[in-house]
Every structure is written in structure tokens, then in C-alpha cells.
T-cell receptor, first 115, second 115 residues
Framework: AQSVTQPDIHITVSEGASLELRCNYS??????LFWYVQSPGQGLQLLLK??????LVQGIKGFEAEFKRSQSSFNLRKPSVHWSDAAEYFC?????????????FGQGTELSVKP | DTGVSQNPRHKITKRGQNVTFRCDPI?????LYWYRQTLGQGPEFLTY??????LEKSRLLSDRFSAERPKGSFSTLEIQRTEQGDSAMYLC???WGSGYNSPLHFGNGTRLTVT
């Protein structure tokens, strides 16, 4: 069965510091991977997606993620965190074999930013 | 693109009552999804429509839950005889096309509290 693991429930970084949020997936076929961000009381906003091709993908708000098939990982990175990045981040996996493009989400990583 | 709209934003109900939520997807999107999100967890898939056809339902969707999408436009999710365990954020998402690689666009959700 497909699954997504985000090992870090909560991360705190200082403003201006770099950030890496971890995501590991379990899926037998080619996955399609996504990162979403959710502010309190809001829906999910798509940050970036990977379908194929270049394994380093750029997203909105200065985020990027790298797909590593050998490690079954899709970690999210940002070189310099801003206070407004404080939110919950979700990694998700989809697949051609998921009927209609259903996504499976990880449990999320809550990011706090220290001034 | 006015985004995915969900109403109401908040609903408080007493145990045993019926509730109905509405989702208006992005106008040209033919795929529509319902997810449930409890505190500290990622969204869990409930059901999926392509146009007016409900193509997949999760085991999470007990017989007290029913979803419709008449005419392939807006969708409703009804919960009958609500239980305290139904308290959650209910998220709607929509996407375009029949492929697996078009990302889901989420609404801001309906937060249900069952007292």
C-alpha cells in the first residue's frame, strides 16, 4: 500500500536560516509527488510538484524539492526562511494507478520560525 | 479562477443531528474530491467524483456519509446521525482533466464540531 512518512512532527528554525523538511514515500511504481502548505484554519496550497524529468523542482515562495528514487525521498528545502513561512507542510504522493489522481498525504510537519 | 469555495466555514451541531456541507469547485474542473482532516493529521481521502459519477469511496466513508455531485458541478457531503468522532475539518478539492498529473486545488474547508 502507498504511504507517506514525514519523520519530523515539528521543526523550529531561526528566521534567515535554511530549512529542510523530510518526506519518504512507499510505492511500487513511479510516484508523483507534491508538497502543500497549510496555514491555520485554511485549506492547502500547492508549493510544488514532481511528475518526471529533472529531479530538482522549483516551487513558489522560494521552495525547492529534490526527488531521490534510490532513497524514496522528496525533501523540501528553502535557503532562507521568512517568518511568514510558519505553517504546516504536507507531502503527498499520487500515481497513475490511483484512480482519478487521488493523493495520499503524510501527517505533516509543523514549522515554527524564531525571530 | 475564483478558487474552490466551501460552505459553511464552521458548523457546530449536536450529536445525532444531520449536517450537509457544500463545495463549489473551480468552474472548469471535472474532478472533485472530499478529504477529512483531524487535528495533527494529514488529509484522509473520503471520496472522488469525475463529473457527476462517484468513482471511488474510502472505507472511512461509513453508511452515515453520503456525497453527491448533481450535474457535475457543485457537490454536497451529508453526515447523518453525527457522532463526536465526526468532528474534523472537511476539505474539498478539484482538478482538471482525466489525468493523474494535474494538481488538486483545495478549498478552505468546513470545520465540523459535534457536541
Amino acid at each position: 500500500a502507498q504511504s507517506v512518512t514525514q519523520p519530523d512532527i515539528h521543526i523550529t528554525v531561526s528566521e534567515g536560516a535554511s530549512l529542510e523538511l523530510r518526506c519518504n514515500y512507499s510505492y511500487g511504481a513511479t510516484p508523483y509527488l507534491f508538497w502543500y502548505v497549510q496555514s491555520p484554519g485554511q485549506g492547502l496550497q500547492l508549493l510544488l510538484k514532481y511528475f518526471s524529468g529533472d529531479t530538482l523542482v522549483q516551487g513558489i515562495k522560494g521552495f525547492e524539492a529534490e526527488f531521490k528514487r534510490s532513497q524514496s525521498s522528496f525533501n523540501l528545502r528553502k535557503p532562507s526562511v521568512h517568518w511568514s513561512d510558519a505553517a504546516e507542510y504536507f507531502c503527498a504522493v499520487g500515481s497513475f494507478y490511483n484512480q482519478g489522481g487521488k493523493l495520499i498525504f503524510g501527517q505533516g510537519t509543523e514549522l515554527s520560525v524564531k525571530p | 479562477d475564483t478558487g474552490v469555495s466551501q460552505n459553511p466555514r464552521h458548523k457546530i451541531t449536536k450529536r445525532g443531528q444531520n449536517v450537509t456541507f457544500r463545495c463549489d469547485p473551480i468552474s472548469e474542473h471535472n474532478r472533485l474530491y472530499w478529504y477529512r482532516q483531524t487535528l495533527g493529521q494529514g488529509p484522509e481521502f473520503l471520496t472522488y467524483f469525475q463529473n457527476e459519477a462517484q468513482l471511488e469511496k474510502s472505507r472511512l466513508l461509513s453508511d452515515r456519509f453520503s456525497a453527491e455531485r448533481p450535474k457535475g458541478s457543485f457537490s454536497t457531503l451529508e453526515i447523518q446521525r453525527t457522532e463526536q468522532g465526526d468532528s474534523a475539518m472537511y476539505l474539498c478539492a478539484s482538478a482538471w482533466g482525466s489525468g493523474y498529473n494535474s494538481p488538486l486545488h483545495f478549498g478552505n474547508g468546513t470545520r465540523l464540531t459535534v457536541t
